[in-house]
């Protein structure tokens, strides 16, 4: 595990068996999601993969009418538009995510700092499976 690349395709491949990993700088311990090869903060490359509990609360979001051609696929539109967002895991680090477990036909009822559990939606079949990382409201 320790050997895969620090980049979005191992973070994508992690997602698949329902892990969310990071980066970990081991120079200044700045926290990466999904990860990167190389520090923003000190430029420091070494880096090493943790495992995000999966808990965090919502720190921005977006409700989405209009979405790209997948998530039109998938049902949504001006009808039932879906949310999209920002949460602040308990490890410090931010990820965008899918926000799942909120009324997006009533907007102003989503909450910033609604704590927020991950979940991981998988779509299609073996080698076309991908993961997309949602959070559902807890
Ligand atoms: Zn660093």
Known sequence: MEAKPFSDISYEQFLNEEKLMGSRCKKCGALY???????IKCYGSDMEWVEMKGKGKLAAFTVIS???????EEGYDRKNPYC??????????????????????????????????????HRGEGEKMRTFLAFKAS
């Open 66 to 72: 209009i979405g790209p051609p997948f998530m039109i």
């Open 33 to 39: 999601v999904p990860p990167r090869a190389i520090c």
């Open 84 to 121: 999209s967002g920002v949460v602040e895991l308990e490890e410090g680090a931010r990820v965008d995510a899918r926000v799942e477990g909120v009324d997006t036909t009533k907007p102003e009822t989503i909450k910033i700092g609604t704590p927020v559990a991950v979940e991981f939606l």
